[in-house]
Nanobody, 117 residues
Framework: QVQLVESGGGLVQPGGSLRLSCTAS????????MGWYRQAPGKQRELVAD???????NYADSVQGRFSISRDNAKNTVYLQMNVLKPEDTAVYYC???????????WGQGTQVTVSL
């Protein structure tokens, strides 16, 4: 059973930056594609970015050029660097792990990101 623990959310002004971290335990980190999703009030959960064990990345159009996902396989940790934040980035951000072998998916508990004056 994989457990994911997120940190780094908070309140930031528009144009500011935050870095989210997610540390995994209980599994073999390298077999998981890691991702960040977000869910704003009244909206469906959506993919923000994900990254393979080899470092191949994928971004939602809305964050391309502003957000950067990375991972440190030695630390079992994935990061999301968020720059030039906008009010529409306000959401609960969830870490996700998806096994490339059996397809199992795991979720973190979520961390709130609020972009406001």
């Amino acid at each position: 059973q994989v457990q994911l623990v997120e940190s780094g959310g908070g309140l930031v002004q528009p144009g500011g930056s935050l870095r989210l971290s997610c540390t995994a335990s209980g599994g073999i980190f390298n077999i998981y594609r890691m991702g960040w999703y977000r869910q704003a009030p009244g909206k469906q959960r959506e993919l923000v970015a994900d990254i393979s064990s080899g470092g191949n990345t994928n971004y939602a159009d809305s964050v391309q050029g502003r957000f950067s996902i990375s991972r440190d396989n030695a630390k079992n940790t994935v990061y999301l660097q968020m720059n030039v934040l906008k009010p529409e980035d306000t959401a609960v951000y969830y870490c996700n792990a998806r096994s490339v072998i059996g397809g199992q998916m795991y979720w973190g508990q979520g961390t709130q990101v609020t972009v406001s004056l």
